[in-house]
């Protein structure tokens, strides 16, 4: 079965910090994986996506993850965290050959001054 | 442009009630969703069309159906309405049949509160 983990449901960073939030997944098949933002009282909106040519992907708003398959994970990465970072973020997982996407719980994103 | 639109973006009604949310998408694709997302901001999908056929269906409660009049529109309907289906519900498209690495594109969510 396909699945989603993302590592704390909660992260708290000082502006300016590095930002890291994990997601490990489960596949019996290659994956297609991605990572949406969701901001207070608004839709999902695509981070970026890992569709198996570079492991490292490059999304918007300086957002970075990188697909390592030995450790079935796909870490966002930002190196300086915003006021305006403060959202929640979702790890999603499609496995090959299937139209759905599969979502971990979310994790929670706040950044202080 | 709005891609996906929804609306409407708020609803409160009663239980018992009959509602429905509309969605449409000006993309193009050939490939519409509805996901829940429930109060532990928990996201899961409940139904998906392919050039208006039903292709997932999950396990929903057959008081929510779906209706595809064309492939740029999926609307639900949502019968009898409870409690436990307070909730947002988000409207999705895709290209290519969904599959592969194509991007969902999710409209803005419909907050479905029952009172």
């Known amino acids: 079965a396909q699945s989603v983990t993302q590592l704390g449901s909660h992260v708290s960073v000082s502006e300016g910090a590095l930002v890291l939030l994990r997601c490990n997944y489960s596949?019996?098949?290659?994956?297609?994986l991605f990572w949406y933002v969701q901001y207070p009282n608004q839709g999902l909106q695509l981070l970026l996506k890992?569709?198996?040519?570079?492991?490292l992907v490059k999304g918007i708003n300086g957002f970075e993850a990188e697909f390592k398959k030995s450790e079935t994970s796909f870490h966002l990465t930002k190196p300086s965290a915003h006021m305006s970072d403060a959202a929640e973020y979702f790890c999603a997982v499609k496995p090959g050959g299937f139209n759905n996407l599969i979502f971990g719980a979310g994790t929670r994103l706040a950044v202080h001054p | 442009d709005t891609a996906v639109s929804q609306t409407p973006k708020y609803l409160v009604t009663q239980m018992g009630n009959d509602k429905s949310i509309k969605c449409e998408q000006n993309?193009?694709?050939?490939?519409m969703y509805w996901y829940k997302q429930d109060s532990k901001k928990f996201l899961k999908i409940m139904f998906s069309y392919n050039n208006k056929e039903l292709i997932i269906n999950e396990t929903v409660p057959n008081r929510f159906s779906p209706k595809s009049p064309d492939k740029a529109h999926l609307n639900l309907h949502i019968n009898s309405l409870e409690l436990g289906d307070s909730a947002v519900y988000f409207c999705a498209s895709s290209p290519g049949g969904g599959r592969s690495g194509n991007t969902i594109y999710f409209g803005e969510g419909s907050w479905l509160t029952v009172v």
């Open positions: 890992y569709t198996s040519a570079a492991t």
């Open positions: 993309l193009g694709h050939d490939t």
């Open positions: 596949s019996s098949v290659p994956p297609y």
